[in-house]
């Protein structure tokens, strides 16, 4: 039998995972303390459903669950590929939010400020800081078309990151809508934007050229593929500048306030940057977006925006939302390059007995230290000093025996 | 769009998720006050170890994750149903768990004392406290082939239940191997037991009749149906008969011993009772099984037992095992029906603000009121005694005002 995880996944020894519930009790106790709920929705969801839920790439990336008995049967007489599933593990956290709001909301306060931790799948070619399963923590705001959503989201995220020791990070931050005004303004037709956007959001890695290229591949106006160009080749990138050649003037404010309020929550203890190129990968964001980077890390540790159409698919009546989630894993993968140490809870103690010990009684014992103490109780090795080196590399900080009353402290422990 | 979740699937409401989260975190407390420690592994498993896991009829309920690209097309062409998955979404969390040791022994203590909680799932007809995704609570102990191993995971998981605050209840516990051994002498070959075995387990569901003819169905030997159905017809189901009948002695005594070292760390707290009908389902079980049962609720609150034979499939080599796995969900569900309390935390206050408010004032206050309550920001509705209502409804206890130091107090609160 193999003994590997699959592809992509990964079994966390015990040191890892106390990292990985640490970081998760953190930052849920800030999302708690700000009056944030949390629920829980299921890993599957109706095939239809993802299919439409305008996830980008990500849509080719679902595992797909196989139909079972009679069902299967009749599929594999169709012979139609698409038949054979009729659901798949979620790619995001995002889409079970919006079916959950729309099936629960008469329940459900408004606005109706939400946290999900949970795993999600995407069945990426694995790579460093790429998995196939790995967890998110999202925060999300729904019913609330003001832009405090925004601020709120980026004040309690940035509390959380500053919570577990991160502080070296800009949260960058963009109105698509801002983008869009802008690439009406140089020709594109409004209803191809969001295809111009996705090549757009590139721009960082391969750069105005690449854009161009890609922009032409995907067939384009020459004419407003070289407006597009000529604007990057000048190289003024402002929140002013761009705005201005977006009709809508109300956005550049907006966006300008949300940058002004969370420059002065930050107090310097993190940055804000207004970013032109910044569109995020889903095709349902339709306001404002962020991204939070960290000079020591290449990549997005969060990420989030608006999307106010999403819950109306499910619902037939529009919902603002929008959400913000940490990337769990980048965030646990840079601490644990750091060496980071968790603030230390109660010493571990192992309790030694011998193979005669009346066992009641050493659990007994157990009990009583345990007040003091994590206690393991452990059976007594015939090379004691070999065992204290064991526990002692085990993270142990004392020994007790079953038999007398002795404490044994290891290393250099009290 | 649909908006309901998958058969057999839930989504969980805020107040459910906090009763959940309590849960799982006083069990996880009381299993690392014993030095358990916790590890994850992937939701989806090999499917070839999945068929081989020996996990009884969990194995039909499996859901197969449909293979992708190239290997899709050549399955599809190859028309075999088996061929379409090559991965599983895991029915337990013991198979992962023997995986994952023999992938990672090198790095883990012995005896290793491990906590799993996390999500499973079985494609089960859906009903009154069955889901085909739920929650499993497990802790086992690798590595120590004496029964202190099974002491001590009785004594962590009934101090888990009664902190939690459960104490009507019994462990059952038998051996299977008492039972085999007086199978074997009433005529039954040794390599069919584990079949006999699985009938014999639902005594108490289907009664000696049911039991007879399931097994007539198998086509069992008459002559050894018939001694069956005798013994059961004396009603004489004492550990000293039984065991009396199976060639072993050691392993009534050990049983005895492991009956008695709990009663006297319950110390009344619980019960634990010899069951000679108790099998469990799962076929991967060698020795010793035991479940919890609960007069206020039908069927098994926790279950778990010895599985010797598992860990060696995947590292060629035996290594001895025990599990106790909690019903989360059935707990939970009895806690709901009960309408069990959380102990309080800091009580929830929600801090109004009107539209022309500055928001980085608001929630520069919110952050200072955040050290003695849990604050929610929240726009100042017009109809402000409405309002009122409504917040205490969700469960606020005070009303705070961005623009002046007013605090209110709802309902009965202080």
Same mark, same amino acid.
């Given at each position: 039998m193999k003994i590997n995880p699959l592809k992509g996944m990964k079994d966390y020894l015990p040191a890892e995972q106390k990292l990985r519930d640490y970081v998760q009790g953190r930052i849920l106790e800030t999302y708690r303390a700000s009056g944030f709920e949390r629920i829980?929705?299921? %890993?599957l969801e109706d095939m239809e459903n993802l299919d439409k839920s305008e996830g980008g790439d990500n849509l080719n990336l679902i595992f797909k669950v196989l139909k079972r008995g009679d069902k299967l049967?009749?599929?594999?007489t169709a012979g139609n590929e698409k038949d054979l599933?009729? %659901?798949g593990l979620r790619y995001d956290l995002t889409l079970p939010l919006s079916r959950y709001y729309a099936a629960n909301r008469d329940k459900l306060p408004t606005p109706f400020k939400v946290i999900q931790t949970d795993r999600v799948f995407r069945a990426e070619r694995p790579q460093k800081g790429r998995m196939r399963e790995f967890v998110q923590c999202d925060i999300d705001i729904l019913g609330d078309a003001s832009c405090n959503a925004e601020i709120e989201l980026i004040d309690v995220t940035a509390r959380a990151l500053l919570g577990i020791g991160f502080n070296d990070f800009t949260v960058n931050i963009?109105?698509?809508?801002?983008?869009r005004g802008m690439l009406t303004n140089m020709g594109f037709a409004a209803d191809t934007l969001d295809s111009v956007c996705i090549t757009f959001d590139?721009?960082?890695k391969i750069g105005t050229e690449g854009v161009a290229k890609e922009l032409t591949e995907k067939q384009f106006p020459e004419s407003a593929i070289a407006a597009l160009t000529d604007f990057l080749a000048k190289g003024e990138f402002s929140l002013e500048t761009i705005s201005g050649l977006c009709e809508d003037k109300t956005l550049g404010e907006n966006l300008q306030k949300v940058i002004s309020t969370v420059e002065s929550l930050a107090n310097g203890a993190y940055k804000i940057a207004y970013c032109p190129s910044l569109v995020r990968g889903q095709g349902y964001y339709t306001g404002m977006v962020f991204e939070v980077t960290c000079a020591s890390f290449s990549g997005a540790v969060a990420g989030g925006g608006r999307y106010d159409n999403m819950i109306g698919k499910f619902l037939g009546q529009q919902v603002p939302a929008v959400g913000f989630s940490i990337g769990f894993?980048?965030?646990?993968?840079?601490l644990m390059e750091q060496n980071f140490q968790i603030p230390a809870d109660k010493k571990k103690l192992a309790l030694l007995y011998l193979p005669e010990a009346d066992f009641a009684q050493v659990l007994q014992k157990a009990a009583l230290l345990r007040s003091s103490y994590t206690v393991s109780v452990l059976p007594q090795a015939k090379k004691l000093g070999k065992q204290?080196?064991?526990l002692e590399n085990q993270g142990f900080a004392a020994i007790a025996f079953a038999d007398n009353d002795e404490i044994k402290w290891l290393g250099a422990a009290e």
């Open positions: 829980s929705t299921p %890993m049967a009749s599929a594999l599933s009729d %659901m963009n109105d698509r809508r801002i983008l590139k721009l960082d894993e980048r965030i646990c993968g840079i204290f080196g064991t």
